[in-house]
């Protein structure tokens, strides 16, 4: 019983952030947080709130919530992308850099660039920490933004990925949109047991 009642509210959350967005107010629209039913405005504030509280322990937390597998799922999806030396990479919601990292490292001669968008300061104050301690000076650009409004000219990248941030945002068809718009595919990696 317990598990039906987990798969129903599963089901109802996945329907909740599929609803369309035309022409409705932000603070209108319903989505979820957790179990919780929460207007898309006050899902985007709870979410900033908690990377703010979690920012410097994101890395950590992720190797304990994954068993450290999570950095296999990233090695992965940077080997699926399999970029070419002069591919310019839009990572959205990645923070702490670890999609790009990856991405610099996957053929160091080449010359890649990446720009990490993330929505929460703190996320990317950490990531941009991060990157300078490992040595990532060139080649990395730092833009606070949303998914659902990126603050970039039409065409500027090759490739746009999103890592766990798909769990994060309010409207999904938004961020579809806006891959349509600028004209992108996009490679998701999700976690692996939802």
Not at 56 to 66: G, K, Q, V
Not at 95 to 106: E, L, Q, W
Not at 110 to 131: E, F, P, Q, S, W
Not at 162 to 188: E, H, P, T
Request: some cysteine; proline content about 2%; glycine content about 6%.
């Amino acid at each position: 019983m317990r598990l039906a009642r987990s798969l129903y509210r599963f089901g109802k959350a996945r329907a909740s952030l599929c609803t369309a967005s035309n022409g409705i107010n932000r603070s209108d629209r319903t989505t979820t947080f957790g179990f919780e039913t929460v207007s898309e405005e006050e899902k985007a504030k709870r979410v900033d709130e908690v990377f703010s509280q979690v920012a410097r322990h994101y890395d950590t937390m992720n190797d304990a919530m994954s068993l450290g597998i999570h950095r296999c799922w990233k090695d992965y999806f940077i080997r699926k992308l399999h970029p070419a030396s002069d591919t310019k990479l839009l990572d959205v919601a990645g923070g702490t850099g670890d999609i790009a990292f990856r991405f610099m490292d996957y053929s160091p001669l080449g010359h890649r660039k990446v720009t990490i968008c993330d929505v929460n300061a703190d996320m990317l104050r950490y990531g941009h920490k991060k990157a300078k301690k490992a040595g990532y000076t060139r080649g990395i650009t730092w833009v606070q933004g949303d998914a659902t409004n990126l603050p970039f000219e039409d065409d500027s990248f090759d490739a746009y990925t999103i890592s766990f941030g798909l769990r994060n945002v309010s409207n999904l068809n938004q961020v579809i949109a806006v891959l349509r718009y600028y004209n992108m595919a996009c490679c998701a990696l999700q976690e692996a047991h939802r």
